[in-house]
């Protein structure tokens, strides 16, 4: 059951919400393609929109922070900085190390700006949309942290070869063990690094809002169409909507710094020196 | 508009292509702005205010030296000017004790002198008076005894020795008064 059902039969059945409540219909003209096995819109959606706004405003913001360049700063510049502090100290040079972190700040910085605030696009009022709720937006920006880690590492280690010995052979073990632990090295670290992150970061996103939905239509249809007594927990609800859209907030904000910071944490792994 | 009508089919999982590479070509554009128009300012301010504080450091710490040894000059000074103060006030009282009894000697002096010729001029004067005395008393005693006697002195030789015996008579008797008056002073 889908949002399809809501809006074409406003039925006495509730219909839980569902990841339909996530495929929005494009803003403009509308066609649909298959890929994958499934059919899919062709056009400009809300989750399309949002994703450029976001890196627009994650760049006005910070470029209006950092133009003034004053000794003494003023607010705006003073909170740009302490965003831009926070990315370079405690995930660039306390994670990376600082020899070589900072050729990876701007990745870092742009990273967890645009993941958080796209995570907090959720919860800002009108837009009220995780934008990385939608699996191939979280595809393509883990797309773009596997070949930063992966290829900063074959740089590192001097060549394909070495980065994935480097990679996959641990340290001090011998013999048959090899056998089996490079396998098995190599699957957690190349293959099911990705996945996970991107895993956790779109499931979280999806659960959460989920979630909200929930609370809100549901809370709606007890108020509506219960019967006596039914009728206040409607009311209980939309209270516990509020309760766990502050516990979203908490959720997009920790979605953010972990992504960014397991992408840190793969590049040092990467880049560390043989031990 | 048409929906599609996905009902249980839809799979969360399965990316939409437009997606993945908006994502990526969004999140391209925002890494390299962020590279070059964004983090170079922020690293210029950091490090910039890294510097001035550090110079700040320093200048003040210069400051601070440069006080102390001010200040260490000045009490060096002062204790300097207290020393040449006290010797100076030394010497002032050493010289005033020598210029007040200086000062004294030759009042001393000048008095004694001053006591001396008192004395000188009082015993000229005193003599003076002797001789002019002895003279008036001559003529004055002859002309006196002349009219007493009725005959004529006039025969100065004889005068002058007759008042000279006199006087000298009245000398012995006078010392003989001084002697006895002595005596019976020291008895």
């Not at chain 1, 509020?242 to 792994?269: D, K, M, R």
């Amino acid at each position: 059951m889908s949002l399809t059902t809501m809006l074409l039969a406003p039925s006495e059945s509730y219909t839980p919400p569902g990841p339909g409540d996530f495929n929005l219909p494009p803003v403009g003209p509308d066609h649909t393609f298959t890929f994958l096995g499934q059919e899919m819109y062709l056009g400009v959606t809300k989750p399309m929109l949002m994703i450029v706004l976001s890196a627009v405003l994650v760049f006005v913001f910070f470029r209006a922070a950092a133009a003034k360049r004053e000794m003494v700063p003023g607010k705006l510049q003073y909170v740009g900085e302490l965003g831009y502090g926070f990315v370079r100290n405690q995930l660039g040079r306390d994670i990376i190390g600082s020899k070589d972190f900072m050729r990876f700040v701007p990745f870092l910085f742009a990273l967890f700006f645009f993941v958080l605030l796209n995570n907090l696009f959720a919860t800002i009022p009108f837009l009220q949309f995780p934008t990385f709720s939608r699996a191939g937006l979280v595809y393509g920006l883990v797309l773009i942290s596997w070949l930063v880690y992966n290829i900063a590492g074959i740089k590192a280690q001097g060549g394909l070869f070495a980065y994935l010995k480097h990679q996959t052979v641990p340290p001090g073990v011998h013999g048959p063990m090899l056998a089996l632990l490079i396998p098995l090295e190599f699957f957690s670290n190349i293959l099911v690094r990705p996945l996970t992150l991107a895993l956790r970061l779109f499931a979280n996103m999806l659960a959460g809002h989920i979630l909200l939905i929930l609370f809100a239509l549901g809370g709606e249809y007890l108020l509506v169409h219960g019967e006596g007594l039914v009728k206040p927990v409607g009311i209980v609800a939309w209270l516990m909507f509020i309760v766990i859209a502050f516990l979203e907030l908490l959720v997009q904000a920790l979605q953010a710094y972990v992504f960014t910071l397991l992408s840190a944490l793969y590049i040092s792994g990467a880049i560390a020196e043989e031990h | 508009m048409y929906v599609i009508p996905l009902a249980e089919k839809l799979n969360p999982l399965l990316p939409h292509p437009i997606e993945i590479v908006l994502s990526i070509v969004v999140f391209g554009l925002l890494y390299f702005l962020a590279k070059k128009y964004v983090l170079p300012n922020f690293e210029k301010t950091f490090a910039e205010r890294t510097s001035a504080i550090e110079g700040g450091l320093k200048a003040a710490e210069t400051k601070q030296a440069e006080a102390d040894a001010k200040l260490a000059e000045l009490e060096q000074r002062l204790s300097d000017a207290r020393h040449e103060a006290a010797k100076i006030r030394e010497e002032a009282r050493e010289q005033g004790a020598r210029i007040v009894s200086e000062m004294r000697e030759q009042a001393q002096e000048e008095s004694t002198r001053i006591v001396e010729h008192g004395k000188a001029q009082i015993e000229s004067e005193r003599q003076q008076a002797v001789t002019s005395l002895r003279a008036e008393v001559g003529t004055l005693a002859t002309s006196l005894a002349g009219r007493i006697v009725g005959e004529t002195l006039e025969d100065d030789d004889r005068a002058a020795r007759v008042v000279d015996r006199f006087l000298a008579d009245l000398e012995l008797h006078n010392e003989a008064t001084d002697a006895g008056s002595s005596a019976t002073g020291s008895s």
